[in-house]
């Protein structure tokens, strides 16, 4: 199993007498994509300010790469974008990270080139930010980010307001930085559908409280809740699936379909059991919920 980078242990945060984060668990592992999900004003900001050292918490447990001495130093080894990037408009985007290289003390001036490579804004590197586009902002603010080469990139919202398109560039950015070198990274979005595709591991929060973690895989479990199958005849498939398999739990419904709702891990064995009884699939599936339905129910409510 993977070393967690970043754990944190029963955090609360309280403010005057209003807690604002319950309990927060989260596991960070190396080399992960992990979507830090929940509606607006669930804690996510204050929960990416406490692992930037921004702010503390009231109670609970905070380490990296095992250590909860000394977190100063492992933040060296993180870059953090929180809220929106600090972007001088006046400046070029060249400008703006070589600022940001002299206040880290970063000293390889290529570097620059390099990031604005990876973040698809070699071309624009001579014009002001004033100039950009939303989505460039934000590609600018990854290109501060990973200025200093971080192991850990923690990004807060960095898709929001930004169009489809946007939303595919920096995903295909992040991946990439996953993919290649491996860098861990820790992203905040109140939509799941935005992150859906990128991420390894979800951890959903609502009104300061965890609702849960979970990986990929296990998200896309949750979410499948029955099997679809089409034969040449809806009829005698029934009786098979009640016959051979057991199955009770299913309906017949429109265009010849039959929908299983159990035994969902055992698609192999009802396709084989329906062939072998001398039927022919057309057609075979497992379908579900949509993951923004999944998550809206765990959340309680619509998402504006
Ligand atoms: P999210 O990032 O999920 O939208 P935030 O972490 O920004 O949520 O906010 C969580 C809650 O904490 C909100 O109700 C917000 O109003 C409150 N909050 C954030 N910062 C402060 C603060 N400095 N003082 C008091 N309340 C705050």
């Not at 960070?28 to 509606?39: A, E, M, N, Q, Y």
């Not at 070589?98 to 014009?127: H, Q």
């Not at 001398?278 to 497992?286: C, H, R, S, V």
């Amino acid at each position: 199993m993977a070393e967690a980078v970043i754990l944190m242990n029963n955090i609360s945060k309280v403010y005057k007498k209003n807690a604002v984060v319950k309990n927060f668990s989260l596991d960070v592992k190396k080399g992960s994509i992990c979507g830090l999900i929940g509606p607006n004003g669930a804690g996510k900001t204050t929960i990416m300010k406490i692992l930037a050292g921004l702010i503390f918490q009231s109670e609970g447990g905070l380490s990296f790469y095992g250590s909860s001495d000394d977190l100063d130093s492992n933040r060296k080894r993180m870059s953090f974008m929180i809220e929106a990037p600090i972007v001088d408009h006046q400046m070029t985007a060249y400008e703006n990270l070589n600022y940001i290289r002299y206040v880290r003390g970063y000293p390889d001036e290529k570097r620059i080139d390099e990031v604005l490579d990876i973040v698809g804004l070699s071309n624009a590197g001579k014009k002001k930010a004033a100039k950009f586009s939303l989505g460039m902002r934000q590609r600018l603010g990854i290109a501060m980010a990973l200025l200093t080469k971080p192991e850990i990139l923690v990004l807060d919202e960095p898709v929001n307001g930004l169009d489809p398109e946007g939303i595919v560039e920096v995903r295909r950015i992040l991946q990439r930085l996953s993919y290649e070198q491996n860098t861990t990274i820790l992203i905040s979005s109140h939509l799941l559908s935005e992150l859906s595709e990128m991420c390894t591991d979800f951890s959903i929060i609502s009104s300061g409280r965890l609702v849960e973690n979970l990986s990929a895989e296990e998200l896309d479990k949750r979410c499948r809740n029955h099997i679809v199958v089409r034969t040449n005849d809806i009829d005698r498939t029934a009786a098979v699936l009640e016959d051979k398999l057991s199955i009770r739990s299913y309906k017949a419904v429109h265009g010849g379909i039959i929908e299983i709702y159990e035994q969902l891990d055992n698609i192999e064995k009802i396709s084989k059991t329906i062939t072998d009884s001398g039927l022919i699939i057309t057609k075979l599936n497992e379908e579900g919920k949509k993951l923004e339905d999944y998550y809206l129910e765990k959340v309680g409510g619509s998402n504006e």
